[in-house]
T-cell receptor, first 114, second 109 residues
């Protein structure tokens, strides 16, 4: 069992739907991240939370809304998405930020927007 | 701009050795990472280099030359399970992590 768990693993949603992705880490880490991974493209950092506070928002459209209720849980709320938002969404955590030397990733949520 | 270059795809034979190169142009340097990602799975950490030289970890080694903006990941005694994508990432002077698009490694019997 990975230390970082993401649910659901797969999600198909219409452009008018609202859905949420969930991430949970059992590693006692203080930093959590959302990444977008599109085919044959570099990982794109979306958001960083350090000690539950959002520290990075890399020009992500407002249709993506993160929430971090505590250091172990991270959500990504989705609404009125576009087909180009279809991708693998990865959650990661690290013990510290930004000087961490290793990050642990979840298996991702494969999102398809139709 | 900042970018990381690595080959899109490589093919190697089981039992052989393969070297995956990564070149980078970034605003400063605060470490280079290699991750392995099997299809449909989470990326997993392989190595972290911040000083020049070779770091060996079992069958895998990672090399860094900061003056050349260059790293490589060396995989020895290749096994079929090494078929995966290998991601190179560099942390710049602002501690931003810049990722390459990954190298898909195909191992043939």
């Amino acid at each position: 069992e990975t230390g970082v768990t993401q649910t659901p693993r797969h999600l198909v949603m219409g452009m008018t739907n609202k859905k949420s992705l969930k991430c949970e880490q059992h590693l006692g880490h203080n930093a959590m991240y959302w990444y977008k991974q599109s085919a044959k493209k570099p990982l794109e950092l979306m958001f960083v939370y350090n000690f539950k506070e959002q520290t990075e928002n890399n020009s992500v459209p407002s249709r993506f809304s993160p929430e971090c209720p505590n250091s172990s849980h991270l959500f990504l709320h989705l609404h009125t998405l576009q087909p180009e938002d279809s991708a693998l969404y990865l959650c990661a955590s690290s013990s510290t930020w930004p000087e961490n030397t290793e990050a642990f990733f979840g298996q991702g949520t494969r999102l398809t927007v139709v | 701009g900042q970018n990381i270059d690595q080959p899109t795809e490589m093919t190697a034979t089981e039992g052989a050795i393969v070297q995956i190169n990564c070149t980078y142009q970034t605003s400063g340097f605060n470490g280079l990472f290699w991750y392995q990602q099997h299809a449909g799975e989470a990326p997993t950490f392989l190595s972290y280099n911040v000083l020049d030289g070779l770091e060996e970890k079992g069958r895998f080694s990672s090399f860094l030359s900061r003056s050349k903006g260059y790293s490589y990941l060396l995989l020895k005694e290749l096994q079929m399970k090494d078929s995966a994508s290998y991601l190179c990432a560099v942390r710049d002077s602002n501690y931003q992590l810049i990722w390459g698009a990954g190298t898909k490694l195909i191992i043939k019997p």
